[in-house]
């Protein structure tokens, strides 16, 4: 039977909400082709780690092993093409973060798979997966096809699926034997830093309203600060707002930034660029205020007024005050 493999990621002994995304899609492929779900993991003392992956895949490969302790490229390199070589996936799915941008390209050169980035949809046809990317900022979708190859590695966009099991699995623990490391020793692990704490903490936030490059200017902000006052929600916002110096950087949502789950996002001036949008793709309801009717925020939002920022932040803080 075909495999479709997935590389599990994890940080601070947690699995990456990216790595529940990839198995989501995995899973539905697998059962509308009849294909295996394979997840392998690779890390030092992932016990926890392991068992919260068991419900979600056929097959588990585990390498536990002090020097995959922290992610090393080389390293998870060498292991990860000793277990593509003997399980043979038709596809293998990473998700396109730091780990997997520095990862795959040298895993396509060993394995001689080709290789996809950034996709944010997959199907499979007659055996071989196609793929579908976003170009000039998300305005394009690209549909793509492989080269005929015995193997096809995709690196998935954060938040392209949702982080819901698809299916219920009890997998096989299975142990991975550890390969010889070629490269040890070129390139060392030397420290992990979180994006700065701050005064507020966005990530624990049920209602953040947001602002992006919208609002104009830095005297704005205060208005909008005092609506999600009144709404007892937290300020949040795109890069370009702590790029300016508006707001210091632990109110950044987004892949450089914090990922938020809060119950509702209001997003203020924002204008979706997907580094932004795989942030809060654990939000329950998404409203966008954008003065372009074609912004790609629109395309996430559950609601959505094409107005001034300004004025709904005004009516809103009437609204809610008159309340
Ligand atoms: C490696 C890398 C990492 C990144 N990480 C992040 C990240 O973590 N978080 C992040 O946010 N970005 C990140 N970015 C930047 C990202 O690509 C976008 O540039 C950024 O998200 C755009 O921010 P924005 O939507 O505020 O600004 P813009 O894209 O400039 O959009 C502003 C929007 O406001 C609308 N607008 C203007 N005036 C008004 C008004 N008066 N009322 C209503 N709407 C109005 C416009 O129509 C537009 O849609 C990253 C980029 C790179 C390369």
């Not at 520095?102 to 798979?113: E, M, N, Q």
């Amino acid at each position: 039977m075909a495999k479709i493999l997935v590389i599990a990621e994890h940080r601070n002994n947690e699995l990456r909400e990216i790595t529940l995304q990839m198995l989501n899609k995995a899973s539905e492929l697998c059962r509308a082709n009849g294909h295996e779900l394979y997840a392998a993991i690779l890390g030092n003392n992932i016990e926890g780690l392991i068992s919260g992956l068991k419900e979600w895949a056929d097959k588990v490969i585990v390498y536990n092993d002090p020097r995959l302790k922290d992610f090393n490229p080389d390293n998870y390199r060498d292991v990860l093409t000793a277990l593509i070589n003997e399980q043979k996936p038709i596809v293998t799915f990473l998700g396109h973060t730091p780990w997997s941008m520095d990862l795959a390209p040298g895993l396509s050169v060993k394995t001689g798979f080709p290789l996809a980035t950034d996709c944010v949809d997959i199907t499979m046809d007659s055996g071989r997966p196609k793929v579908v990317r976003q170009v000039y900022s998300g305005k394009i979708f690209s549909r793509m096809a492989f080269r005929d190859a015995s193997g096809y590695l995709i690196t998935v966009r954060a938040g392209a699926f949702p982080a819901a099991k698809a299916f219920d699995y009890q997998a096989e623990i299975i142990q991975g034997a550890m390969p010889d490391l070629v490269t040890q020793g070129r390139r060392e692990f030397m420290g992990y830093r979180d994006t700065c704490k701050g005064e507020v903490d966005i990530t624990q936030a049920e209602l953040l309203v947001s602002i992006g490059r919208g609002i104009g200017e830095q005297d704005n902000i205060p208005q909008v600060q005092e609506l999600a006052g009144i709404m007892g929600g937290t300020l949040s916002c795109s890069r370009p707002v702590v790029d300016k110096k508006w707001l210091p950087k632990y109110h950044q949502v987004g892949t450089s930034g914090k990922s938020v789950k809060p119950k509702v996002y209001l997003a203020l001036g924002i204008s979706g660029a997907f580094q932004h949008v795989a942030g809060i793709s654990g939000a329950g309801t998404v409203i966008a205020v954008n003065k372009d009717k074609k912004a790609p925020i629109f395309r996430v939002a559950h609601y959505g007024a094409v107005a001034d920022l300004l004025n709904v932040a005004a009516a809103l803080k009437e609204k809610v005050s008159v309340k």
